[in-house]
């Protein structure tokens, strides 16, 4: 079987790469030119732990890669993973998937093959009905059901676990007709994944599944950072203890209650905007989802807050930021809060030194000369007045006396409490800790 995949993102290269090191025979897609140089050199263009090995072995099995949609004319499942990236007013912008269900409308036109179009990227309900399939039908001249299949298909992995979730997924949701373009597509997926379970239904509501996983996540989070703050206000009191407590309580579950500067990334924030913007419009006031949001907002504002109370000002003082990743493992730094923090930093006229194992390169692009980079943590807040961990990097889990003996006044905002038992000779803050009595 032939399968073709569109968009080589996190999930279009480690789903192509998982695939084809299984034997299938894949090509990829996408507009790219010097991305594609690089996968074909076995080169993944992005950090994520264990793509790199997969990639190779899948380039030695039959990983094809083209900027051609037209060289997926015999292949019979076409999954589309393009982005689906933000848009000023919360919205999704679909340029990207349109551009590619032209290409895939024409492509049927000519061929009289009869493949079935998957989509994985994220999109608000209804837009597979109405803006992709209308696309298709009406470029190819050709009809559902009968010359081409449609299915939705939700991808819920994360990044810097891409290929162990595209190898065991917790679920697979397919969303469209139950026809037999639709069991080809089950049956591909059984094969693949044995005891995984499947969820049959129509496309809404697989297109709003995805919405509700991802908000319900920031939900959980925005929860337990509000219970942080509240920690924070009673002497002695630990946010984990709480979390790791209720999460024992099988109906609230352990994960996801990690309190701290707030939910960032490619996806959570922009999905919880984008179902708040489509709930608006259908006059459905998300009134928790707004609150989740705001709550999410407000604990990079606490931060400011607190460096100015514990420093007096923030014009003229030199902080240093450790973790501009928005979690670890990772060089992404798509909608970190740690971008905001330093944004704002430096708005109010702070001199910012900023340190990440793996995301300074892509912070250079962002924050040019508005900010110092230095390569290691005693550089970084060499000093300084302060110090915001905002990444829970292993590195900075070894923070010491002696990493910030050169901080001018050794103060420490540990937004992921990844040192909070090392008794350091500092004046210390964590997100959900209350002060020591
Ligand atoms: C998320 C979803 O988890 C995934 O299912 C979906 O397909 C894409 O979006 P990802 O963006 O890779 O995945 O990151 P994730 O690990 O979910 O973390 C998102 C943000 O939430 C990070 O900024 C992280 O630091 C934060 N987070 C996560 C917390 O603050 N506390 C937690 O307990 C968990």
Sequence with gaps: ?????????????????????????????????????????????????????????????????????????????????????????????????????NKIGKLLSKTRYKPVIIIKSTIIPRTTQRVILPILQRLSGKKIGKDFGLVTNPEFLRETMAVHDTLYPHVIVLGGDNNSFMKKVRKFYYNLHHNVPIVLTNYGTAEIIKYANNSFLATKISFINQIAN??????????????????????????????????????????????????????VNPTLLAAVEKTNKQQINSIIELIKQNIGKIHGEKIAVLGIAFKPETDDIRDSVSIELVNMLVKLGGKISIHDPKAIENARKIFRDKVKYLNSVSAAVKDCNCAVIMTAWNEYKKINNESIKHMTTKFIIDSRRIISNKNLNAKYFAIGLGQKL
């Design 1 to 101: 079987m032939k399968i073709g995949i569109i968009g080589l993102g996190f999930v279009g290269l480690s789903f192509a790469s998982v695939l084809a090191s299984k034997g299938y025979s894949v090509i990829g897609v996408d507009v790219d030119k010097e991305k594609l140089k690089k996968i074909k050199n076995g080169v993944v263009p992005f950090y994520e732990p264990k793509l790199q090995s997969m990639l190779k072995k899948s380039l030695k099995n039959c990983l094809k890669v083209s900027t051609n949609i037209s060289d997926l004319e015999k292949c019979s499942l076409i999954f589309v993973t393009v982005g689906t990236p933000q848009k000023k007013n919360g919205e999704i912008d679909l340029t990207m998937i349109k551009n590619v269900t």
């Design 230 to 283: 509240i920690c924070e206000e009673i002497p002695d009191v630990n946010v984990d203890d709480v979390s790791r407590t209720i999460g024992l309580d099988p109906r609230i579950g352990n994960l996801f209650l990690d309190a701290g500067p707030g939910y960032g990334g490619s996806c959570l924030p922009k999905d919880v905007k984008a179902i708040i913007d489509f709930s608006t419009k259908l006059g």
